[in-house]
């Protein structure tokens, strides 16, 4: 979905005077990049980072933990993990006292989205039905 069809407006419908009206009313307040949604979404929107934060919601974790849990293979979950941290949702510790161990926790960026997964749950229940049953 276009950041222009997010914000209602269709393409289709606007005529080539309307077009260079907007054109040059919106130059200077049109953003240069694809609208905050289609952001943020592009950072946490895949199924399996989605799938860690939320298991993060939870407090820390170890590598094998989240694993189990999330029933993401070794590889995935390494590299949704990297990413994670990389964009700076996730912090990475190591324990390195025998036996060496790993764990991950959310930071504030990725705290700050537990309101959200309370919010896509609220609407889940409310508006889907195998969540309802």
């Known amino acids: 979905m276009s950041s222009q069809e997010l914000a209602g407006g269709d393409?289709?419908?606007?005529?080539?005077?309307e077009s260079e009206s907007d054109t040059s009313q919106n130059a200077s307040s049109t953003p240069e990049t694809p609208c905050p949604v289609v952001d943020?979404?592009?950072?946490i929107g895949s199924r399996w980072r989605l799938v860690v934060l939320h298991e993060l919601?939870?407090?820390e974790s170890r590598f094998n933990e989240l694993k189990r849990e999330t029933d993401a293979n070794a590889r995935t979950l390494s590299r949704v993990l990297d990413d994670l941290q990389e964009t700076g949702f996730v912090h990475r510790r190591l324990e390195e006292e025998s036996p060496v161990a790993t764990y991950y926790s959310l930071t504030d960026k990725g705290e700050s989205l537990a309101p959200v997964f309370e919010e896509i749950d609220d609407w889940a229940h409310e508006w889907l039905a195998e969540c309802s049953g």
């Open 11 to 17: 393409p289709a419908e606007t005529t080539d005077a």
């Open 40 to 43: 943020s979404l592009e950072q």
């Open 57 to 59: 919601l939870n407090g």
